[in-house]
């Protein structure tokens, strides 16, 4: 791996504690980003994987935006309280942020999370960034969209029960998108079918969020009837002194046998929606690309750039057909 992704994993890692954890975690999002790459067509892929290291070292990016610009827009970005819009949120909201904003106003939307509209305004974005051809446009947008893809397949990113408080359940968000697929993400498989086009990507994204919503009960009911039958004793770590240790964000951790408990509960949920994500990536960067017109991004790189990664990409695909991913090493959390 090169320095310098290294370097930046190691501040991202720092900047991350302290902070209470919005998504995937820097774990999840940057596998999902670094493995949509091989779900690609060659025509896209050269370019993509010669620049597979800025792809999966931005996907953490902008969860940290809000915290170290202080970006009052971002926040917004990564979520939708659906029950911010009464009991059959999907009947009533617009698919399009104008009709939503003509029927709730910007003020509402923006209090209960924009991440539908927002896909679809940065999907729009990456294909003028195509039409462009212009490199640093392209890789931007291109992995700030995977990170948004990325929190719209997190349950808890779809309700304003976010993090169990409302159910007695606080830090259950970070337990099962940072502390899960860390632990165990080791043996998902992360080989996705080539990437294909999506004629709707206003409705693929309502069905997006849709999914991920469907799936909040079994989150939360399921930690905590698992909870109550479990050892009490048993659900925490511990140090030396027999306290309760805690993570950076300040919240219990809980146990290697809970956690793995709950993983198995759950049914190979987290890996499921894990791929799901790196599926729709890869199906919204070609479709912003076709959509552009299939620009030509075998010129955009140096030549010689391009040779000395073939190499390397042919071991690396080989691993990613064994739904495994080469070069990663992502900064824990847990
Ligand atoms: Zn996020």
């Known amino acids: 791996m090169p320095k310098r992704i290294v370097a930046t994993l190691s501040i991202l890692g720092l900047i991350a504690s302290g ?25 896209m892929r050269v370019f993509f994987f010669n620049h597979i290291d800025y792809l ?70 990456l294909e003028q960034a195509f039409r462009n051809r212009r490199v640093d446009e392209i890789l931007f947008i291109a992995a700030d969209l995977g990170h948004y893809i990325g929190d719209a397949h997190v349950p808890l990113h779809t309700t304003i029960n976010h993090d169990g408080q409302l159910t007695g359940q606080r830090g259950i968000h970070a337990f099962w998108e940072s502390q899960l697929p860390e632990m165990f993400g080791a043996n998902y498989n992360f080989h996705v079918s080539p990437a294909k086009y999506i004629p709707d990507i206003q409705g693929e994204v309502w069905q997006i969020i849709r999914h991920s919503h469907s799936l909040v009960d079994s989150v939360l009911v399921i930690e905590k009837r698992l909870k109550a039958s479990f050892p009490q004793d048993e659900l925490y770590r511990r140090d030396a002194a027999g306290q309760i240790i805690k993570n950076k964000y300040g919240q219990p951790v809980y146990t290697y046998a809970f956690a793995k408990a709950y993983h198995e509960a759950l049914h190979g949920m987290v890996e499921d929606q894990m791929r799901r994500a790196i599926q729709e990536l890869a199906d919204f960067w070609y479709t912003a690309w076709v959509n552009a017109g299939r620009p030509d991004l075998t010129t955009l790189d140096d030549p010689s750039l391009t040779q000395a990664n073939q190499k390397i990409f042919k071991k690396a695909y080989r691993l990613w057909q064994q739904g495994k991913l080469w070069g990663i090493r992502s900064g824990s959390e847990y």
């Open 19 to 43: 902070l209470f954890s919005l998504s995937w975690g820097i774990w999840g999002h940057q596998h999902i980003n670094r493995a949509a790459v091989f779900a690609l067509p060659d025509s």
């Open 56 to 125: 999966t070292e931005e996907a953490a990016v902008p969860d940290l935006r809000k915290y170290l610009i202080g970006d009052r827009a971002e926040p917004d970005r990564h979520y939708i309280d659906l029950e911010a819009f009464g009991p059959h949120p999907f009947e009533v909201l617009p698919r399009s942020w104008d009709a939503a904003v003509q029927k709730y106003g910007e003020e509402k939307l923006h209090q209960a999370g924009i991440l539908p509209w927002y896909i679809q305004d940065m999907e729009k974005k």
